[in-house]
């Protein structure tokens, strides 16, 4: 490591990244000579020791994007070991506790917290990131879902959310873009994670069965849309959706 130089020197840092997803983005990102910062509410050693293991550069920093002072305390943390900020992958979500609910029984104090997380906290990510990156311009990636673009019965809060990143990055990319900041959006089909592995079977087919490339979705099958929008290859992108979703959603 690293086996390219796409981020080489450069700093990403990288929320959900103690498994799944993130993971993925982690160890690819460091694979591109990135240093890594993982961040998450739960503990990332696991994800630090591959990265390291392979020669690369990582630290773990406990995060709770609901938290603005956490949030700064994230960034913080990366500048005082890295010195600098090049990227952030907003990639934390609240998914895994959420069932397949009908929107007139949603618990409101579930919609809350979701908003919380998945909207507020990519705000308040970014936020703290943007003093470092405002210095040397860098790279934005927010994480939403094919389901903000094709919608979802059952799930009308999680989808709700998506959508809202769907439009934050379009007005993040205009007010960011004078500082030679990119913000643009990776919308994931569904992927198969211990996070998502428990619901519906049927659910989950009606997804593969939609697809043009018939398979199960993975975590490595968005790292490399995630590598090109940190790196300079998408020096004039901002402002779009990818979707990355094997085919089911056609532009």
């Known amino acids: 490591m690293p086996t390219h130089d796409l981020l080489t020197d450069r700093t990403i840092v990288i929320t959900g990244a103690a498994t799944g997803i993130g993971q993925a983005f ?4 460091a694979a591109q ?3 890594v910062v993982v961040a998450d509410m739960n503990a990332a050693d696991e994800t630090v020791a591959a990265i390291e293991a392979a020669g690369g550069h990582a630290i773990a920093v406990r995060v709770d994007v609901a938290d603005d002072a956490s949030t700064r305390a994230m960034a ?19 998914f895994r506790e959420v069932k397949l609910t009908p929107f007139e029984e949603l618990d409101p104090a579930q919609w809350e917290r979701i908003f ?14 943007m003093p470092a990156l405002r210095e040397r311009g860098g790279s934005i990636v927010n994480i939403a879902s094919v389901v903000a673009v094709a919608g979802q019965p059952g799930y009308l809060h ?3 959310t998506k959508g809202a990143v769907l439009a934050m990055t379009k007005g993040l990319a205009k007010e960011c873009g004078p500082h030679n900041v990119r913000v643009n959006v990776i919308a994931p089909g569904f992927v198969i994670t211990d996070a998502t592995k428990n619901r519906p079977i049927e659910w989950q087919q009606s997804f593969l069965k939609a697809r043009a490339i018939s398979r ?13 929008l940190l790196s300079d290859l998408a020096g004039f992108v901002s402002g779009q959706t990818i979707v990355v979703d094997g085919g089911h959603i056609m532009y």
């Open 116 to 129: 919380a997380v998945n909207v507020k906290g990519v705000w308040q990510c970014c936020k703290a990131v």
């Open 216 to 228: 199960e979705q993975r975590p490595d099958d968005l790292v490399g849309t995630a590598l090109y």
């Open 158 to 160: 999680y989808v709700a």
């Open 33 to 35: 000579g990135a240093n």
């Open 76 to 94: 913080d943390a990366a500048l005082k070991r890295f010195g600098r900020i090049d990227g952030l992958i907003n990639n934390a979500a609240y």
């Open 26 to 29: 982690a160890i690819g990102c």
